[in-house]
Structure formats: structure tokens, C-alpha cells
């Protein structure tokens, strides 16, 4: 039977795979995967990149023992290769009510067709991708998966989400690396609207489980201008209450708070080599993975 | 502070402005969903103070740049320096109104200046601030305003007439009524008036001084903020003084026998010794006199070296700190004694009236024809004795003869139905039989016909015994019978006077016929009548009259002097003429601020100015001030509307 046709697919942002497609986003870490990929393996294999020296055990494979070091030390030793595999890429999407802030598409829109083009990326170059989609209600968690098929899970899945409740963000995060076994890509995309030391211990934790961790920190030009001039009554999306103010009055201490934390989780994504891009919902999708693949092309972070 | 134009503080209520704007703004507020809140609750718990000392700060310097806006646009004045006056417009016209009267020239304490010549210098400080501004000086004596030509111009001997020392009282009300209808007419735009007094009660509060307030208030009210009014009052009654007036004169063959009064005033002593230097035609006599009361009549035998018929006099005492009132004068003329003429149908109380009316030669009154009466017999006459009935005729010209100026001592006929004066009549007759009679309780002891001799026992009215009378409707009662009906009534008619009886010189009527009341009566009148005594031929300094007379000589001093200022004796057609300052110049009564501020209670009060303090003299227009302020005010609502990193860079 046929899968049934959607609208979704046009969160796939065409412009960015027309670019980005060929090259590779590889991980900076050494991944464990299932199958051979492109990823450094932290585990010996067979690929071209050699690896060390090693004494031969007896037991072990002799197709591996190097006869030419044999032939000049008279002993035994086995030439030893670099392993590639492939990775588990999860995706994980903020989907708490100040998600649905941003102009011209909201932070939830514009997280979705980020997620749903790097899910396209990373499957296309053979690795697995799972989706978590991080909401207090009935989350819904999609197994990494290396089918190309799975592009259409997640289309299904990102497809009717809206942004609503408050943010788990944390709790969240800390899940996934309590989850995940094996060692992966872990893709935050989020506006991280949450206390800072949470979210750095969430990141600490992915971290810890040798997890690969990018942080897409979405936030509107509004957000980070907070141009407004006239009185304004300022209502919480998460309903934490509503503030009446001048914004003139009180701009330059927002900015200032606001500028403050986007700087602890810069500085924290730095210290735990986490890779951190924040990103304006006004950017297209190619530029913020431009940034991302720039990142990624040498393994850097 | 006052403004020149008030109406423009209703502007004030737009200094609200801002506020009003700042409330309709918080209820104009937009609402907007908002993901950042955390940052919002942050940023206001942070800046919540600083921010509403901020916001609060700002209103209010807009509030304020606003208010000192709308008072510049009013043009405030400044009562006194103001220490933020950058400019001081002149005002158009500085008046000086000068109290002149004879008190003005007692000395202010601890000085050695009169207080007229302290206003003077007080005046010359006043305008000091205003250079530009033109110089009006009126004086109360001729309250004519005039221009003088900056404030040492008061020192030119051209001035010194309308400001040196007089003998004058004055009349500030219609001083100041009618420079300020001069002003008006002049149409003087601001106009600063300063008016130096010593408050003297007298010269303040006439008859006519309700209403020329009145009109004062008006035209300040009309005025006001253009012309303000200050009052620099010199209330301190002087230390010490002593003051000298002659109450009457008699005259023998050797001697005149003044009658002086001596008025001490603050006195420490109970009695102290005056000297006192009089003159009876230029020759000079001292005496020394010990005063042991207040007040203290004198009577001093005044002896001639060579008799003349017509002379003069004066008294003089030693200097104190009013001068102005030691010295009185007088003069007398033995020639024009009064005529006295008689009329009675009675011809026995013809005679009794003729008896008491005999001059001092001995010689009777004469008698006036009760048949036909003419003109011609009237007109010699000085005082008519009338008793009886007179025709419709006589009637006429005993009314034009009173008019005139004479004097009638007239008593009730004996019958009542008899035709009496068309001016003056009786009450019906009232008798009482001969063990009982009316008594005189009561008369008018000082200052009238039955005044208490020089030596101060009483005329014996009270020895009268009278069982018949007729009480005069007319006249204020001289003397009183013991149910309070007049005796002897007095009332000025025209230009003279009339006495009136209530009883008759007859045996049947009372014991008046014994002459110890009568004689003494028509004595005293006649004496009042003469020009003998020195108020038929006194002026009062500064009276209309005085004003009227050009042509006249100093006879007591040979200096320059004017009978309209100048108390003396002058030759005046002819006639030896005593001029002396008016009686009430010597009272110490003032009139208070508050009493005057009630008198004028429409316009703005007068401010009153201390003697001592001359920075408060000056007043300008501040608005320069207010200008100042506002930029102030704008200038800090703009820094604080800087963001704070400018701030901190620049």
C-alpha cells in the first residue's frame, strides 16, 4: 500500500540540499555505529587510514599480521586500521509554547524544516536518524533509523506539531542521554528559554555519554533587538504571567540579561565541546547549515 | 512675586501635560505574546528602582521645563532682589509721593535727620536699579506731580521748595487720588510709587478719605501688577518732644495774657524745666517754666515796651526731636474790637443785655431799633443781642447778617405765640413755681463760652436758678438742665454762629438778671468775635486759604518763607496775619498697615517697605530666570533620556 501523500516535504528547504548535498557532516568525535559509514569508529577496522602497531596475540587473525616488520624484527605484529562507520543522529525539537514565537516563520516552524533537512542530510549519507520532539504532553520519540524511509517518519511527525506548554527542555535532554546506549549525534534545536545551569547540565550529561551535541539556538530578530517604543503589556507564551512596561525603559537590562545568557551556554558549549550556532528565524536554512557544514567538513567543532 | 500678565498662569495646568500623556500611555499600552519573558521579569527586578526614580525624574522635568515655560510667557516681577534676576526692565515711571506735614520733621531715632529727609534718601536709593526709568515727585502740599530729572536733582536748590520742611498737614489719600488720576490720564504704562509717610492718623483718615479710597482702590485694582504701591512708613512716634499751642489772648493797656498749652510727650520725668522765649513784636522775652503734667497751660503776663495797636507774638521752645511743633504764633489788633448791637421788646432786659455787653471801656452795646429796622444798622455790627418778636422782614435780614459771618446771642420771647426766627425757635413754655426751679447740671467745661476760668474753678451755673424756660430746638447743647433739655445751644449758620438761651434776664424768668452767668457768657463771645484773639486772624499753614495769598512779607523772620508752607507772621494786605500748623499735626496716633490694606481691599496689598532694608527696593521682571530654569529642566529630561552607554561615554 502507498504511503500517503503529504504537504510535509516541503519542510525539506530544497536551497539548502541543492547546496549542502555531496558534502559530508561528519562528527568531530569517533561514533559507534552499526554499519560502515563515514564516521570515525572509535573501534579498529578496515578502512585506508592506518591506525598503529600492535603484538600479535596468538588466536588472533594472522590475514592482519604485517609480514614486513615480521621480516626486518622477527616478530610478530599486526598492522592495524582506522574503523568507519556510521552515525545515530537524534534530532531533538523544542516544542514548548515560546516556540511559537518569530517572524516570518515561528521558531517551531522554522525548527521543523531545520530538523527535517538535516534528518534528509544525515540519511542520505547513510546514517541513522531518530526525532525527539521535547513537550511536557505526549512526546513522541522516533528510533534512530538508517531506512530513507525514515525521512517520511519524521515528516509525519514534525508535520502537525505545534508549539504549546512549557518548556522540558532539560529533563528533556537528560532522557535522551539516559536512553541512548551507543554514542551518537545529539542536534538541540531549541530557544533554550529555560535557567541556564539546567540547560548546561543536560549538555554536560549528553556529553558525558560521549555524545556528539549541536546546539541550534533559535531566537527572533525581535528577541534579540527588542525595538519597541510605546507602552506594552508583554504576555508569556508558557503563561508565566504578563508584564506592563515601557520596553525603553527597561531595553538596555533585557538585552543585557539576554545577552548574558546566550553567553553562559556559549561559554559552557565551548568548555564541554559542544558544537553551539545561534540562529535568527529571519536566516534561511542554507546559511545556518553552511555555518553547520563549515563546522563539520574538516571534523572540527 | 507678582506677574504682568496673570492670565498666562492658566497656562500652568498644561505643565500636566506630560503626566496626563504618561497615564493615557499606560492605558494606550499594546499587548504583545512574548517568548523572552524570563528577561522581561529579569530586566525590571534589576532596573525597577533606578528605572522609576528615572521615569518619575523625567516627568518631572518636563512638568517643571513646562510650568517655568508658561510663568516666563507671565512675566513674573520680582518683589525684592532676586538673586536669579539676570535682567531688570525698568519700569516707565518711579513716583515719589512725599509726605510733607510738620510731623514728617520729627528726628528718626538714633539718628540726626528728620524723617522726611530719610524718605528723601531712602527715595534716591529706591531708584538707584532703574536709571532709565523718569522721576515723578509729588509733595502733599501743593500735590501737583511734576518730573525731576534723576536723584541728585533732589539736591538742587530749585527743588528745595517742594521738598524742605513745612508746617503743613496733609491729606495722603487725595495726594495719592490724584496722582494716580494724573498717571492715568498721562497713560503711564509700569509704574513703581513710593509713598514716604509717618502714618499720622490725621492726615490719613479725613471725611472725605472713605471715598477717595475708594477710587484709589479702583484705579489700582484697574492697574494692578502695572503699578504697585510700597510704603515706606516712619511710624516711631519721636522720643521725646514737647509741643506749644496759644489757646486765646487777652489784652490789657500794659500786657497781653496768652493762653498757651504745652503738650509733653514720652516723658521719663514727672516734671522737668522748660525754657521758653516769647516775642511781642520782635522784642524778645525768656521765661523758664516748670512742667509737671502732660499737659500744661500757661498764661504769662506778655508786657509792651510801647503799646501798639496792632502787633504780633510768638512763642518759641527749646530744641527736642521734633522742632516743627515748639514754635506758635499769634497776632492782635485793639482797633476792631466787635460791635455788639441789642434788640429786645423787653425794655428792661434791653437794659440788662446792654449792661453785659459793654466793652472793656466801659462803654454799654448799642441799642438796635425795634421799629423799622434798616440794614445799614446790622452792617456795623459784629454780634446782634436779639430778644422778642421780629417781623418777616427782619427776619430776612437777620438771616442774611448770620450768613454773613456775624454772631447772634438769641433769647425766646416771652410769648409763645409770638413770631420768632425762621431759623431758630422754641419749645412751649415751662414754668415751675418759686420753691421749686430748673437747675443747670451739666455744660461743656473746656474749649466753649463756658469753659472753666484761667484759674480752673467753674462758671457757677449750677447757682442758676430758673422758673421759666423755653427749650431752643436748634443748636448742639452747650450747657444741660438736669432732665437733659439744653440751656444755652450753639450752631453755626451760613458763615456765623448762634447762641441760643433757653431762659430770660428777667426776675420772674430766673436769676440769669444777676449777671454772674450772663455777664461772663456774652463776655466770652464777644471776646471769640474779635479779632483780638488769634483764630479770627489765624490761617492754618497749608489751608486752601494760605495757598490763596501771593502777595505777602515775613514780619516775624526776614528769610524767604511762604505762608502755604511756612508757620510765621506775614503781612497780608495790609493786615499782620498769624499762620501756625494745623493742632492735629501734634497727635500721635497712626494709622496701622492692616488698616490701611483694609481701606483698599481690592487690589493687591501694599507691601510695606523697612526703612533700613534697601535691597528690597528693588523689583524687575525675572523672566529671564524662568527661561533659565526651563532649558534646565529640558536639558536634564534629555540626559536622562540617554541610554546609559552614551552616558557612560561621554
Known amino acids: ?301 | 512675586m507678582s506677574f504682568l500678565q496673570p492670565l498666562a498662569l492658566a497656562g500652568l495646568i498644561l505643565a500636566l501635560t506630560p503626566l496626563i500623556i504618561h497615564l493615557l500611555n499606560l492605558l494606550r499600552h499594546r499587548s504583545q505574546p512574548w517568548a523572552a519573558t524570563r528577561f522581561l521579569f529579569q530586566a525590571r527586578k534589576s532596573s525597577s528602582r533606578m528605572s522609576k526614580i528615572k521615569r518619575w525624574l523625567t516627568l518631572l522635568f518636563r512638568i517643571l521645563a513646562l510650568a517655568c515655560l508658561t510663568l516666563m510667557i507671565a512675566r513674573p516681577i520680582s518683589g525684592g532682589d532676586f538673586f536669579l534676576s539676570l535682567s531688570s526692565r525698568s519700569p516707565e515711571v518711579l513716583v515719589f509721593i512725599l509726605d510733607r506735614s510738620a510731623s514728617m520733621e520729627s528726628v528718626v531715632e538714633l539718628t540726626s535727620k528728620s524723617k522726611r529727609q530719610h524718605a528723601i534718601e531712602i527715595f534716591q536709593r529706591f531708584i538707584e536699579p532703574w536709571p532709565e526709568s523718569k522721576i515723578v515727585l509729588v509733595e502733599s502740599v501743593y500735590e501737583e506731580p511734576f518730573f525731576i530729572h534723576g536723584s541728585d536733582s533732589l539736591k538742587d536748590k530749585s527743588y528745595e521748595h517742594f521738598i524742605c520742611s513745612t508746617d503743613t498737614a496733609a491729606s495722603l489719600p487725595k495726594t495719592i487720588l490724584k496722582t494716580l488720576r494724573w498717571m492715568k490720564e498721562s497713560q503711564i504704562g509700569s509704574a513703581e510709587i513710593l509713598i514716604a509717610s509717618d502714618m499720622q492718623k490725621s492726615n490719613w483718615v479725613k471725611k472725605e478719605s472713605a471715598d477717595q479710597f475708594i477710587k484709589i482702590d479702583q484705579i489700582l485694582t484697574e492697574k494692578n501688577h502695572l503699578w504697585t504701591l510700597k510704603i515706606v512708613p516712619f511710624q516711631s512716634p519721636p522720643p521725646y518732644n514737647l509741643s506749644v499751642r496759644i489757646d486765646n489772648i487777652q489784652k490789657n493797656k500794659e500786657n497781653l495774657k496768652p493762653s498757651i498749652i504745652l503738650n509733653r510727650k514720652n516723658s521719663k520725668k514727672p516734671s522737668s524745666m522748660v525754657n521758653i522765649e516769647t516775642q511781642i513784636n520782635g522784642k524778645s522775652q525768656s521765661h523758664s517754666l516748670k512742667i509737671n503734667s502732660n499737659l500744661t497751660r500757661w498764661n504769662p503776663e506778655l508786657t509792651f515796651e510801647q503799646e501798639i495797636e496792632q502787633g504780633w507774638g510768638s512763642i518759641q521752645l527749646g530744641n527736642d526731636f521734633c522742632n516743627s511743633d515748639n514754635q506758635c504764633f499769634f497776632t492782635y489788633n485793639t482797633k476792631s474790637i466787635a460791635t455788639v448791637g441789642v434788640r429786645s421788646s423787653n425794655p428792661n432786659i434791653g437794659i440788662i443785655l446792654r449792661s453785659a455787653a459793654q466793652n472793656k471801656e466801659g462803654e454799654q452795646a448799642g441799642l438796635i431799633s425795634l421799629q423799622n429796622l434798616q440794614e445799614s444798622e446790622l452792617r456795623s455790627k459784629k454780634i446782634l443781642i436779639q430778644q422778642g418778636t421780629l417781623s418777616l422782614k427782619e427776619n430776612v435780614m437777620f438771616e442774611k447778617f448770620i450768613k454773613n459771618g456775624g454772631t447772634m446771642i438769641a433769647f425766646p420771647s416771652e410769648e409763645e405765640n409770638s413770631i420768632e426766627f425762621s431759623f431758630l425757635n422754641w419749645q412751649k413754655l415751662e414754668s415751675k413755681i418759686e420753691e421749686d426751679s430748673f437747675s443747670v447740671r451739666d455744660w461743656a467745661k473746656e474749649n466753649s463760652v463756658l469753659a472753666n476760668f484761667v484759674d480752673g474753678s467753674e462758671l457757677p451755673l449750677e447757682y442758676l436758678s430758673i422758673q421759666k424756660r423755653r427749650i431752643p430746638n436748634q443748636g448742639e447743647p452747650l450747657a444741660y438742665y438736669q432732665d437733659g433739655k439744653a440751656f444755652l445751644s450753639k450752631f453755626t449758620y451760613g458763615n456765623g454762629l448762634i447762641y441760643a438761651f433757653s431762659t430770660l434776664p428777667l426776675d420772674s424768668w430766673s436769676s440769669l438778671k444777676d449777671g454772674f452767668i450772663l455777664v461772663p457768657i456774652i463776655q466770652r463771645i464777644i471776646q471769640e468775635s474779635s479779632p483780638i484773639s488769634t483764630e479770627s486772624n489765624d490761617m492754618i499753614c497749608g489751608s486752601e486759604e494760605s495757598k490763596q495769598i501771593f502777595e505777602y512779607t515775613s514780619v516775624d523772620l526776614p528769610a524767604q518763607k511762604s505762608p502755604s508752607i511756612n508757620a510765621g507772621v506775614y503781612q497780608i494786605n495790609g493786615q499782620l496775619t498769624s499762620i501756625n500748623r494745623p493742632i492735629l499735626e501734634n497727635e500721635d496716633e497712626t494709622l496701622s498697615f492692616p488698616e490701611l490694606n483694609l481701606m483698599l481691599p481690592n487690589s493687591s496689598p501694599i507691601q510695606q517697605l523697612k526703612t533700613q532694608d534697601t535691597f528690597s527696593l528693588k523689583r524687575s521682571e525675572i523672566w529671564t530666570t524662568f527661561l533659565f530654569l526651563t532649558l534646565l529642566f529640558l536639558l536634564g529630561e534629555t540626559l536622562l533620556g540617554l541610554p546609559t552607554k552614551l552616558r557612560r561615554k561621554n
Request: net charge negative; hydrophobic share 35%; proline share 5%.
Open chain 1, 1 to 301: 500500500m502507498p504511503r500517503r501523500q503529504n504537504s510535509y516535504f516541503s519542510y525539506l528547504d530544497q536551497d539548502a540540499l541543492s547546496q549542502i548535498s555531496g558534502d559530508y557532516l561528519l562528527s568531530p568525535f569517533p561514533m559507534e555505529g552499526n554499519v560502515s559509514g563515514y564516521h570515525r569508529s572509535p573501534h579498529k577496522g578496515s578502512s585506508v587510514e592506518f591506525a598503529e602497531y600492535r603484538e600479535y596475540t596468538p588466536g588472533e587473525d594472522p590475514k592482519r599480521m604485517d609480514w614486513r616488520v615480521f621480516a626486518r624484527s622477527d616478530r610478530y605484529y599486526l598492522k592495524e586500521f582506522e574503523a568507519e562507520t556510521n552515525l545515530r543522529c537524534h534530532l531533538a525539537i523544542d516544542c514548548s509554547a515560546s516556540m511559537s514565537f518569530g517572524t516570518p516563520l515561528n521558531k517551531l516552524e522554522y525548527a521543523k524544516k531545520l530538523g527535517a533537512t538535516l534528518a534528509y542530510l544525515y540519511l542520505c549519507q547513510g546514517d541513522a536518524v531518530g526525532l525527539h520532539t521535547l513537550k511536557k504532553k505526549k512526546p513522541v520519540t522516533l528510533p534512530p533509523k538508517r531506512n530513507p524511509a525514515q525521512v517520511q517518519e519524521i515528516l509525519e511527525v514534525l508535520g502537525p506539531l505545534q508549539a504549546k506548554g512549557e518548556t522540558t527542555l532539560s529533563q528533556s535532554l537528560h532522557e535522551i542521554a539516559e536512553s541512548s546506549r551507543m554514542r551518537g549525534l545529539v542536534v538541540i534545536i531549541s530557544d533554550f528559554f529555560e535557567d541556564v545551569p539546567l540547560i548546561n547540565d543536560a549538555i554536560t550529561h549528553l556529553r558525558d555519554r560521549k555524545h556528539d551535541v549541536i546546539l541550534f539556538h533559535l531566537l527572533d530578530q525581535q528577541e534579540l533587538e527588542f525595538s519597541f517604543d510605546r507602552p506594552t503589556r508583554f504576555i508569556d507564551l508558557e503563561g508565566q504571567g504578563s508584564i506592563i512596561t515601557e520596553p525603553t525603559l527597561i531595553r538596555e537590562e533585557y538585552l543585557s540579561s539576554l545577552e548574558e545568557h546566550i553567553k553562559s551556554i556559549q561559554e559552557h558549549c565551548l568548555g564541554c565541546e559542544a558544537s553551539y550556532f545561534q540562529v535568527q528565524t529571519s536566516q534561511s536554512i542554507r546559511e545556518t547549515l553552511d555555518g553547520l557544514k563549515k563546522s563539520r567538513r574538516g571534523g572540527g567543532i
